[in-house]
């Protein structure tokens, strides 16, 4: 069967899902551990990810459809780093 462009879009492969489900886990952590209104909370992105622009889709998509304004970081500074806040809430971080 040939696939199809559009099949594609959502596929995060066999290993990458793994790491999902773990950073998913590790990041809800942080938020029940951090959190509170009107606060960011930055969790370090996982290393050993294969197909980085999915995966990083995948985990904002998941996370701002539950109410979070997730939002991807990444410098040689500080590294890779995903940081949430609840949406429509000031952030007094800054």
Known sequence: MVVRPQE???IVNEHDL???KEFERNIDGALKDRYFAGASVSVDFPSGVKNYPKFI???KE???NAGWDAEYYSSQR???FLTLKEKG???YDK
């Open 8 to 10: 594609l879009e959502n």
């Open 62 to 64: 998941m996370y701002n």
């Open 57 to 59: 889709a995948k985990i």
């Open 89 to 91: 809430v000031v952030n």
């Open 18 to 20: 793994r790491i999902l």
């Open 78 to 80: 500080d590294g890779a």
